[in-house]
């Protein structure tokens, strides 16, 4: 007879490592959240300031080079020091199934060493995710080039890709807000996507999700977007998916396009079917009928009258689905909510014809002449 081992624990894994300045700072603010069930991992040349991390795995990385003095905002050094040091870094790994990877792009340290560190975790075998912030314009052209250069550098070694513009904090706060307060925004989106999955994977649900299921959409996808949306009150399981997926921090990104799709509500015992059926409908819509959507329900009876969405979505092709607007991801959702869906997907949808030009059925066909591309999109239409 077969005896299931319950108290044994099959958890999938899940390492958080924050990698430079920014990255362990990023790790110390989600210890200081309490999550429950990750491990964090502090990664730094500069041995005072890792001294003062709270995580509980710390490795200095490039002693010989930097005599632990920081990498002088220098990719390269930072690149040579976590080569020096990759055996105590894949030491770290060891026995992650899923690892989240964060910096700050364009200093030293974290540009020149996350790509390394996402290749020892790509040669172990362990899903990687890598959510990490770019320059604000004041910082300068150089550290731009350094970011976008780290980036490229992260080609091939990652599964996913969130990428947060830190002008983007600039939009989204207000003067009075304190400056720690608006970089704690940004983190939010490496905590609710690590608590997400945490929770995806620990939870038991009425619809249940596990690890496999969130490999099935990361493995290989590319850029990703990944969001915690929460609501209470009338439509609280829609407003929550709305929550999800517009974050106005993620760039030029929205679940359009999308062709892998986890999502998962949680709620209280009298979440009602319809709730929960308008919610998955909305995100349906949006994706389109050939998205592969893998879908989960977890009871919590301590949210009463609130419901939780994580929407994680990956597989987009960005020649063709992109958000223009440089103020984020912002969405139209009442376009989905009121479509048919006894209609064809192509019909419901614009289509890109080989000139670039938006075309829309219902509309006068409009086409611009091969010279006229190098205008933006938002001028040739003359929308402001």
């Known amino acids: 007879m077969f005896k299931f081992e319950e108290e044994r624990g099959y958890w999938a894994n899940l390492k958080v490592v924050g990698m430079g300045g920014g990255g362990s700072n990023a790790v110390d603010r989600m210890i200081a959240s309490q999550i429950q069930g990750v491990e964090f991992i502090a990664i730094n040349t500069d041995a005072q300031a890792l001294r003062a991390s709270k995580a509980s795995c710390k490795i200095q990385i490039g002693a010989k080079i930097?005599?632990?003095?920081?990498?002088?905002?220098?990719?390269?050094?930072?690149?040579?020091?976590?080569?020096?040091?990759?055996?105590?870094?894949?030491?770290?790994?060891?026995?992650?199934?899923?690892?989240?990877?964060?910096?700050?792009?364009?200093?030293?340290?974290?540009?020149?060493?996350?790509?390394?560190?996402?290749?020892?975790?790509?040669?172990?075998?362990?899903?990687?995710?890598?959510?990490?912030?770019?320059?604000?314009?004041?910082?300068?052209?150089?550290?731009?080039?350094?970011?976008?250069?780290?980036?490229?550098?992260?080609?091939?070694?990652?599964?996913?890709?969130?990428?947060?513009?830190?002008?983007?904090?600039?939009?989204?706060?207000?003067?009075?807000?304190?400056?720690?307060?608006?970089?704690?925004?940004?983190?939010?989106?490496?905590?609710?996507?690590?608590?997400?999955?945490?929770?995806?994977?620990?939870?038991?649900?009425?619809?249940?999700?596990?690890?496999?299921?969130?490999?099935?959409?990361?493995?290989?996808?590319?850029?990703?977007?990944?969001?915690?949306?929460?609501?209470?009150?009338?439509?609280?399981?829609?407003?929550?998916?709305?929550?999800?997926?517009?974050?106005?921090?993620?760039?030029?990104?929205?679940?359009?396009?999308a062709t892998r799709v986890l999502f998962n509500i949680t709620g209280s015992l009298d979440l009602e079917m319809s709730e929960a059926n308008e919610a998955a409908l909305l995100i349906y819509k949006m994706v389109g009928e050939d998205a592969n959507i893998i879908f989960g329900v977890v009871p919590d009876e301590s949210l009463k009258n609130e419901v939780r969405v994580t929407v994680i979505a990956s597989g987009f092709d960005r020649k063709k689905f992109y958000v223009e607007s440089e103020k984020g991801a912002e969405l139209d959702f009442s376009t989905y909510m009121n479509q048919n869906l006894d209609r064809p997907a192509f019909r419901r949808r614009n289509i890109i014809d080989k000139y670039g030009a938006e075309l829309d059925l219902n509309k006068e066909k409009k086409v611009y002449a091969a010279s006229n591309l190098e205008i933006p999109t938002f001028l040739r239409n003359k929308i402001m």
């Open 66 to 257: 930097t005599e632990g003095l920081g990498a002088g905002s220098n990719p390269e050094i930072g690149k040579q020091a976590a080569e020096e040091d990759r055996d105590l870094m894949r030491e770290a790994l060891e026995g992650a199934n899923m690892v989240f990877l964060t910096a700050g792009m364009g200093g030293g340290t974290g540009t020149g060493g996350i790509p390394v560190v996402a290749s020892i975790a790509k040669e172990m075998g362990i899903l990687t995710v890598a959510i990490v912030t770019k320059p604000f314009t004041f910082e300068g052209r150089k550290r731009r080039m350094q970011a976008e250069q780290g980036l490229k550098e992260l080609e091939g070694k990652i599964d996913t890709l969130i990428v947060i513009p830190n002008d983007r904090l600039l939009k989204i706060s207000s003067e009075h807000i304190p400056l720690v307060e608006t970089f704690r925004i940004a983190d939010d989106v490496l905590y609710h996507g690590v608590r997400g999955i945490s929770e995806l994977i620990t939870t038991p649900g009425l619809i249940n999700l596990d690890f496999a299921d969130v490999r099935t959409i990361m493995k290989d996808g590319g850029e990703a977007l990944m969001g915690m949306g929460s609501a209470s009150g009338d439509g609280k399981a829609i407003n929550a998916v709305k929550l999800a997926i517009s974050s106005p921090l993620l760039e030029d990104i929205s679940l359009e396009g």
